[in-house]
């Protein structure tokens, strides 16, 4: 175990769970540096044969940590853009990855936990479960997990989820695309093990194959990816320190009303 996730494998699954639940499992800088290495780890391991991805806790993840947050608000752009490069590899070796995902999304999932669970291959969630891309809230986009979200729900409804910010259901997620299972929680795990029998079936190198096919197919090629990470991090530098981000980040942290909101 680590201070930020714990891994466990069993018969070829390895398990990993955002391990602060006390947060409801947001990111930091060691969460993220941890969970990159340990996907990177999974990946080169032949005898890892599937990544279960999950929280600890109520949640599965809550994005962004209040004082990560409030460090960056007060970071040059420089420092942003380093910070936002380090998430978009993390979601990169994800969507990447070799092996079959599937995450198993316990509970809310909001900003960069909506990324992590469009990067799997499979996701499955609670009834219970609540979404939301809430960035624009803060003056800010959901700039380095944009192309994951988009693949995984289509372009009209990240059109509307991104300039609302709205929170979404379960039900929704499953409508859209973000899930492809919605169950109740005593039946998680029954679910979670049934996409994992399924998996188990099929031969690990055509499964490589195939999820990189697929990938290749849909144009998404990982230098690619990586040159648009690049420009998206540039452009979550530049917002997090503009005039309206600074508002909206100081607004957020010091809990009232940014100054843009209107009653209408």
């Known amino acids: ?30 969460l993220i540096a941890e969970l990159t290495a340990a996907l990177e780890q999974a990946g080169a ?6 990544v279960v991805l999950t929280g600890e806790g109520a949640s599965f993840s809550a994005g962004a940590d209040l004082n990560w947050m409030r460090g960056m608000a007060s970071a040059s752009e420089a420092a942003n853009r380093d910070d936002s490069l380090r998430l978009a590899k993390l979601m990169r070796t994800l969507q990447y990855l070799p092996k079959p995902t599937v995450a198993r999304v316990n509970g809310a999932a ?15 969630g609670v009834d219970s479960a609540r979404f939301g891309l809430t960035e624009v809230k803060l003056g800010l986009v959901p700039a380095v ?43 998680l795990d029954d679910a ?9 079936k099929a031969g690990p190198l055509a499964q490589t194959e195939a999820k990189q096919l697929a990938l290749r197919m849909a144009g998404a090629d990982e230098a690619g990816a990586e040159r648009i990470d690049r ?5 979550i530098a530049r917002l997090r320190v503009s005039p309206e981000g600074q508002e909206g980040l100081g607004a957020f942290l010091g809990k009232r ?5 209107t009653t209408a």
């Open 231 to 235: 420009e998206n991090a540039a452009l």
């Open 257 to 261: 009303t940014p100054a843009w909101c």
């Open 45 to 50: 391991e032949a005898s890892v044969r599937a």
């Open 192 to 200: 979670v093990q049934a996409s994992l029998h399924l998996l188990s």
């Open 1 to 30: 175990m680590t201070s930020s996730i714990q891994i466990t494998d069993h018969a070829g699954v390895r398990r990993i769970a955002l391990n602060r639940p006390q947060v409801h499992n947001a990111f930091d800088d060691e």
């Open 145 to 187: 997990i944009s192309p994951y979200v988009i693949n995984a729900i289509g372009l009209r409804h990240a059109r509307r989820l991104f300039v609302t910010g709205e929170l979404f259901d379960a039900t929704t997620a499953l409508q859209i695309g973000l899930l492809h299972q919605c169950v109740a929680a005593d039946q």
């Open 110 to 124: 909001y900003g960069g936990g909506v990324g992590l669970v469009a990067c799997c291959d499979i996701a499955i």
